[in-house]
C-alpha cells in the first residue's frame, strides 16, 4: 500500500491541533482542598473588561482606574481594594509604584538627579492636596478627557480617574518601613522562581542595600525643605524617563501639565515643549529659570519593558511598579529605587452576577464553585505582578489553592 | 461591474450589524454605531484617547512605513540582481537570507531598541525587515526568470554587461520585481503594528491600536483597523494600476 506522507503529515497535524484544543489546563480538576481559584494573567490590564464582559473570567484584579471602569461601565463591581485585602491590616500600604534611576545617573548626575527627584515629590504633594484637579491632568493625559468606552457604554475619563484617586495614596518618603514592606515582592518572586541572580539569597539587609537608594530623596527633601532648589549644571546629553499609563505615575503627569504652578512657586518645573498635546513626549527641566536637562518621556506598557530600556541605555529613570525593578536588579540591571511614589491603588473586580459582595462571600463561593467542579477564575496582568502576589497570598491565607490557567 | 467589487464589503457590514444585534453582547461584536462616530470624524483627536486625530497617525505611519520600504527597495533590488545574475553569490547569500527570513519582524523589537536605541531609526528597521526579503526574493527570481535566448541574443549583437543589464535584465525582470514591491509593501504596512509597539512612540495608526488595547477600547481598535485596511487597499490599486500601465505586455508574452 503506498502512503502519502503530505496527507500523513496533514493527519498528524489535525490530530495534534484537536488534542491540543481538547486539552485546556483550567478544564482539570482541581485539586482537593478547601478550594482552589484559577489565575489567569492577561499581560497588562487591557483586555480585563472584555474578558469580564464575554464570562471568560469571573473576575479581576488590576491597578487603577480599572477598578473603578467597571462599576462605571457596568461591567462588574469592586469586591475589594488591595489596601483591605486579607489578612487583615496585612496590605496596609503595600508598596507599588517607585521611582527609579540607574546607579550612573545617581553617581554621576547626582545634581540632576537630586532635581527631577524634587520636582516629582513636590508634584505629589501637590496630588494629595488638590485631588479633584489631579484626576482631571491625568484624564487629559491618559485619554485626553475623552469619553472610554466598554461594550456599548461610555463613560468620562475625567469621572473614572475621579473615583479611582481616592483609592490610591501618593506618598514619597523610602522610611525603613516602606522598604521592608517592599521585601514581601523579593520573598514571593522568589517563591516563583523569578529572581535567580543577586537576589535569589541574599539576606533582606544586603536586598535592602542592593535595591534602595534615598539619597537624592534625602537632598530633595533637604532642599525644599530649605525652600531653595540647587541648579543642577546642564546636561548634554538628552535625559529619558520611562513611565507607565497608569494613574500611579499622576506626579510625573501633573509635574508636566502644571510646570507653571511649580515654576513659579518653587523655582522648578519639567516644562513641556509642546503644551497643546495630551501627552507631552519632550520636556525641559528648569530650575531657577535656567534649562539644565532636555528631558524625554518615554511610554512603556509594563515595567519590565522600561527595566529593558535602562538596561539598553536608552532611559536613565523610570517610574515603574517594584516587581519589575527587584526582577531586574537581580539581573544586574545597575538600578536603584529611590522612593515611592504610591501606595496601594488596586483592587478586585467581580462580575455582577457573582454572589461575592466581600472578601468572606467571595472565599465561600469560591469554595462552591470549587467543589462543583468549576473553579472561579480570576485574571490578574502577570506573573510576579503586584497584583499577582496580592491575590495568591490573600487566596492563601484564606485557604483557598492557587491555580495557573 | 466596478460596483460589483463593493459588495462583499457592504455586505460584511451588514451582517456584522445583524450579528450584534443577535449576539447581543458588545463585546463580542461591537455595534458599528460605536465605531462610526470615529470614523466619521478623522480630523478630531476627541475621539482617540488624546493621541491625536486618524488623519495625523495615518499621515505618521505612512511617512515610516514609506521610508523603511524605500531602504528595502534600494537594499533588496540591486542585491536580487546581482544573486540572480551571479549563482556563486547567490549561493553565498542564500543560506543566510533563508535562515533570517522566517524571523518576524516583531522577534527584532528587542535588539532594534539596543541597536538603533529609541526613535525613527529603529520603527524604520523593523518595517525595513519586513519588506525586504519579499523584495529581494522576487528581485532573483525575475532576474533568473528572463529567457536565456534573450539574453543570448544580447550577447550575440554585441551588448555588454551594462547593456545587458540596463537593455534586458531590468526589464524583462521588471513585472515580478513590481510583484515584490507590491508585496513587499504590504508586509511593511503589516508591520506598522509591530514598529509602533516600540517604547517611545507616542503616534501613528499602530499606536493607536496598541494604545486603545492597553485601555480595552475595542471601538477604537477596530477604527484602527479600518483606517490600517483602507490605505493598504489604496496603495494595492495603485501598485495595481502601475502593473497593468507599464506591464501588460506580459499577458502578451508567448
Known sequence: MKINYLHLIAGLLICMLLVAGCTNQTTKTPPASNGTVILTYTKGTGPMPTLLGTDQIDGYIAWQPFVEVAPLAKIGRVLVYSGDMPPEGHWKNHPCCVFTATSDAIANRPDITNALTAALVLSTRYLEEHPAESAEIVADWLAGKGNFTYGDISVSSVDVLSSAFPTVRFINEPTDDWKRSNLEFVYAQRELGVLTGSLANSSDAQTISLLFDSSPYDAAAAMIGAGRIATPAPAKDPIGIGYLMSDHDAALFVAVKNWQYFNDTYGICIKPRDTSVSRPDIADLVVNGQKVAELRLISGDAGPQLMQLMATGNIQYALVGNPPAIAAADKGTPVKIIMALNVEGSGVVVSDSSPATDWPSFVAWAKERSDAGKPVKIAAPGKGSIQDVLMRYSLETSGLSVMEG | ?254
Open chain 2, 1 to 254: 461591474m466596478r460596483y460589483q467589487r463593493l459588495l462583499l464589503p457592504v455586505l460584511l457590514l451588514v451582517v456584522w450589524e445583524i450579528a450584534a444585534f443577535a449576539v447581543n453582547n458588545p463585546f463580542i461584536i461591537p455595534s458599528l454605531t460605536t465605531v462610526v462616530p470615529i470614523l466619521i470624524h478623522p480630523f478630531s483627536s476627541s475621539y482617540t484617547l488624546g493621541t491625536g486625530s486618524l488623519v495625523w497617525n495615518a499621515a505618521i505611519s505612512i511617512q515610516r512605513v514609506g521610508l523603511g520600504f524605500l531602504i528595502a527597495t534600494v537594499v533588496a533590488i540591486p542585491l536580487g540582481i546581482l544573486m540572480g545574475r551571479f549563482q556563486a553569490l547567490n549561493d553565498a547569500f542564500d543560506s543566510l537570507i533563508e535562515l533570517l527570513r522566517p524571523i518576524p519582524p516583531l522577534a527584532w523589537v528587542p535588539l532594534a531598541l539596543a541597536w538603533f536605541k529609541i526613535g525613527l531609526t529603529s520603527i524604520v528597521f523593523i518595517i525595513f525587515i519586513g519588506a525586504f526579503f519579499p523584495i529581494l526574493l522576487n528581485t532573483i527570481d525575475g532576474v533568473k526568470a528572463v529567457k536565456k535566448t534573450w539574453l543570448e541574443v544580447a550577447m550575440t549583437l554585441g551588448a555588454g554587461e551594462r547593456q545587458i543589464l540596463l537593455k534586458v535584465l531590468l526589464p524583462g525582470a521588471a513585472p515580478t520585481i513590481w510583484t515584490g514591491l507590491r508585496v513587499g509593501f504590504g508586509i511593511a504596512w503589516m508591520c506598522v503594528v509591530a514598529a509602533e509597539w516600540l517604547p517611545g512612540i507616542s503616534q501613528g495608526l499602530g499606536y493607536l491600536i496598541l494604545y486603545a488595547y492597553n485601555f480595552g477600547q475595542t471601538n477604537l481598535i477596530i477604527a484602527g483597523m479600518v483606517v490600517i485596511g483602507l490605505i493598504g487597499l489604496a496603495i494595492d490599486l495603485v501598485f495595481k494600476s502601475v502593473e497593468r500601465k507599464w506591464f501588460s505586455w506580459r499577458d502578451l508574452e508567448r
